[in-house]
């Protein structure tokens, strides 16, 4: 009887170490020691599993652990690069239940839509913080059906790099120009219109033997946070009220479109799709529509001599914006531990650490003005036209869409049709009638 007692409380135990073996399994073993508030002890041993695309974001994860480390030493945070096609790679894992528990995206749809994200509103209340302490159209980009799935990375929108020579050698009467010029030079200043920027991109238009070789403005119209965005500002079309079907092919838009074809083929603004004079790094080009980070690409080429401005008001303002962020695995075993961590990356200190290895303007508008990103690559740029009436901030238009399979196609299609009409193979009609065939086939 004793041999028996020995070899059942000898079962017992066994089953119950399985038992908490098994508990603590999982991605990162576990959040050890939850009580019933929800609140982890931190003091527990813990590993985030945190995934990136290899290359891009692995210093700066990197920073955000040691000083997430700091805080909670026992917490390991595992970077986990993912080469190649990292999106499609991260669904497979969460369809098989190996996915990350953190990890970087630029967009959620694909994942939202999947029910594969954690919902964060409630981590919000929960941690005390507001969400008016962040610029709201960072915050729109990683929502999806009235829930907050991202947290963002950056506060970034589109603005004008240009080219400062190509300015002094244009513009040689400081009291005749195109535009309101920052004081005591050539160089625009935040605000100037659409309409001073067409007439500023046609004074670069030079031509030789009749063909155009410098031109004024590469306005990337193909980019999906810069040609929808230009086309809405000047009166266009693109989706009904309801967001779930297509008003394209319209006298509006017509009128819109032919006048910036008029406007390429006088040499005033790049034609994208067609072999061209180069783009601004061939110092042909005046001006480029882009956003900050193309910091560096003009900091390595052209030295001190470029700068920014805010992008041109149109007639009904708006400007193309948008944010990659951080999201969690809905699955993730370790949630409480990875709610913090995701908190600290948006918090002040975290901010703080991303100022320094990001190149970005942070999201939190406390920082607004702190020199920290404001000396990156130089101090003496216009930093900010980078946070220029962030009120006139639209999505970039994939995600003012209202499902994710118009999310996912809707640049691709957009980009047939300016190819369409821009390689001059269509009338503006004809290339109407395209673009309202393909947008439409989105939904």
């Known amino acids: ?3 028996f007692r020995r070899i059942l409380l000898f079962v017992m135990m066994a089953v119950l170490a399985m038992t908490a073996l ?12 939850v009580d019933e508030e929800g609140n982890i002890d931190m003091n527990k041993r813990i590993v985030i599993r945190f995934a990136a695309p290899e290359g891009e974001f692995g210093e700066e994860i990197k920073a955000f652990a040691a000083g997430f480390n700091k805080k909670y030493p026992n917490i390991t945070i595992k970077y986990e690069p993912i080469s190649g096609a990292w999106d499609e ?3 497979g894992q969460l369809g098989s239940g190996t996915a ?4 970087w995206t630029d967009s959620i749809y694909k994942f939202a839509s999947r029910n594969a994200l954690e919902p964060l509103d409630d981590y919000f209340t929960k941690y005390n913080v507001d969400k008016n302490d962040y610029y709201e159209s960072m915050m729109e980009s990683g929502q999806y059906q009235g829930n907050q799935y991202m947290l963002p990375r950056e506060y970034n929108h589109v603005v004008i790099f240009y080219n400062k020579k190509l300015f002094r050698d244009t513009f040689k009467d400081p009291n005749n120009l195109p535009f309101t010029p920052v004081e005591g030079t050539v160089y625009p200043a935040n605000g100037w219109t659409w309409s001073e920027f067409v007439e500023t991109s046609k004074a670069f238009v030079k031509k030789q033997d009749g063909n155009v070789v410098q031109r004024g403005a590469d306005l990337s119209f193909s980019w999906g946070s810069s040609g929808p965005q230009i086309l809405l500002g000047l009166g266009g079309k693109i989706a009904n009220e309801d967001g779930m079907s297509i008003d394209f092919n319209n006298e509006t838009n017509k009128k819109i479109l032919q006048n910036l074809k008029d406007l390429i083929d006088m040499g005033a603004f790049v034609n994208n799709v067609k072999v061209d004079v180069g783009d ?3 110092g042909r080009v005046a001006m480029v529509v882009n956003s900050r980070p193309a910091t560096m690409d003009m900091e ?3 030295g001190d001599d470029w700068d920014v401005v805010s992008f041109p008001e149109l007639p009904i303002p708006m400007v193309g914006t948008g944010s990659s962020g951080y999201v969690m695995n809905r699955a993730s075993k370790v949630k409480e531990a990875a709610a913090q961590l995701l908190f600290y990356m948006i918090s002040e200190e975290g901010q703080q650490i991303f100022m320094e290895t990001g190149n970005c303007v942070p999201v939190l508008k406390s920082l607004r003005d702190s020199d920290v990103w404001r000396t990156m690559p130089r101090a003496d740029i216009n930093h900010e036209a980078f946070l220029y ?7 970039a238009y994939r995600f003012m869409l209202g499902t994710p399979s118009a999310v996912g196609n809707f640049e691709t299609e957009w980009k047939n049709f300016v190819t ?3 390689n001059g193979d269509k009338s503006v009609a004809e290339a109407l009638e395209y673009g309202q065939k393909q947008l439409s086939s989105i939904f």
């Open 89 to 91: 790679k991260l669904l």
């Open 300 to 302: 390595n080429k052209f």
């Open 22 to 33: 098994f508990a603590c399994g999982g991605s990162g073993g576990g959040d050890s020691s």
């Open 420 to 422: 369409a009409y821009l």
């Open 389 to 395: 009436k962030p009120e006139n901030d639209v999505l």
């Open 100 to 103: 990350p528990d953190v990890f």
């Open 280 to 282: 601004i790094f061939s």
């Open 1 to 3: 009887m004793k041999i």
